[in-house]
């Protein structure tokens, strides 16, 4: 059975910085693209990040230059980078493959002082 995992959440400052990172157990892991979402209480989970196979990256424009995707094909893996975070990040955070349709568990970011 294929699986996603996400680490790398936590409780951070505003202003501070988090690496999100997901893993997946696929043999398929490098066909096609993948996803970061959102989802805060009340809220409708949101793509945040989309990263392709060959690495192109597009952003929401609320996360636009303050989060950074990136993929590890050799590691089956992909991770965001977030800077600058702000209480209004501050959510679940799932990883999502587009070839597979396959979520991840998500990884809470909380981002208060």
């Known amino acids: 059975q294929v699986h996603l995992v996400e680490s790398g959440g936590g409780l951070v400052q505003p202003g501070g910085s988090l690496t999100l990172a997901c893993e997946s157990s696929s043999d398929n892991f490098g066909i096609g693209s993948m996803d970061w979402y959102r989802q805060s209480p009340g809220k409708q989970r949101e793509v945040v990040a989309t990263?392709?196979?060959?690495?192109?990256?597009d952003y929401i424009d609320p996360v636009r230059g303050r989060f950074t995707a990136s993929r590890d094909n050799a590691k089956k893996s992909i991770y965001l980078q977030m800077n600058a975070l702000k209480p209004e990040d501050t959510a679940v955070y799932y990883c999502?493959?587009?070839?597979?349709?396959?979520w991840g568990q998500g990884t809470q970011v909380t981002v208060s002082s």
């Open positions: 990263i392709s196979s060959a690495g192109k990256t």
């Open positions: 999502h493959s587009n070839f597979e349709d396959l």
